[in-house]
T-cell receptor, first 113, second 114 residues
Framework: EPEVTQTPSHQVTQMGQEVILRCVPISNHLYFYWYRQILGQKVEFLVS????????KSEIFDDQFSVERPDGSNFTLKIRSTKLEDSAMYFC???????????FGDGTRLSIL | AQSVTQPDIHITVSEGASLELRCNYSYGATPYLFWYVQSPGQGLQLLLK??????LVQGIKGFEAEFKRSQSSFNLRKPSVHWSDAAEYFCAVIPIQGAQKLVFGQGTRLTINP
């Protein structure tokens, strides 16, 4: 069964550094998402992306965050200047369209030192 | 406030026992409803979904959920749990038709006693 794949599984970064989290959505999917889960807290929506532009974003998704689909297969989340509070598990998800559900990757654990 | 509530943070059941995990939502209109499961070190796997129609929905791994509009609930059930069902279970909604983001509950951690 096709899967959403995320790399790396664990990223350790110094505070203030830029980090890029990578995702390969399922190939025929059209809608792409990033969520995060801070340890012990709920999974939170960050951003949705469709037709090469952001379709919805949360309050969390401020100017430090950006997303990009640089080619036909990858979907990336960039954090420009990381803060300690960015430490979390980041999940990528994708879906086809209509009423089809979102399929999630295994996540990238981001640790900011 | 609009939210998704999973009242039980942690539940322990014996292997072979029945299971019910609770989920309540507070939105004006009936949202789209989902249950996801997260095994340790894994991503979120969809168990089942409800958009409309039959209020009892069947999912994977022998799970089912029942939508009750009068109670704003979407409880997850399984008649007989297996040790491999130990995981974190998340109820989630899409609050508005046409919107895209999933809003998650806090999660319920399920432990299975042998």
């Amino acid at each position: 069964e096709p899967e959403v794949t995320q790399t790396p599984s664990h990223q350790v970064t110094q505070m203030g550094q830029e980090v890029i989290l990578r995702c390969v959505p399922i190939s025929n999917h059209l809608y792409f998402y990033w969520y995060r889960q801070i340890l012990g807290q709920k999974v939170e929506f960050l951003v949705s992306f469709y037709n090469n532009e952001i379709s919805e974003k949360s309050e969390i998704f401020d100017d430090q965050f950006s997303v990009e689909r640089p080619d036909g297969s990858n979907f990336t989340l960039k954090i420009r200047s990381t803060k300690l509070e960015d430490s979390a598990m980041y999940f990528c998800a994708s879906r086809t369209g209509g009423h089809q559900p979102q399929h999630f990757g295994d996540g990238t654990r981001l640790s900011i030192l | 406030a609009q939210s998704v509530t999973q009242p039980d943070i942690h539940i322990t059941v014996s292997e072979g026992a029945s299971l019910e995990l609770r989920c309540n939502y507070s939105y004006g209109a009936t949202p789209y409803l989902f249950w996801y499961v997260q095994s340790p070190g894994q991503g979120l796997q969809l168990l089942l979904k409800y958009f409309s129609g039959d209020t009892l929905v069947q999912g994977i791994k022998g799970f089912e959920a029942e939508f009750k509009r009068s109670q704003s609930s979407f409880n997850l059930r399984k008649p007989s749990v297996h040790w491999s069902d130990a995981a974190e279970y998340f109820c989630a909604v899409i609050p508005i038709q046409g919107a895209q983001k999933l809003v998650f509950g806090q999660g319920t951690r399920l432990t299975i006693n042998p």
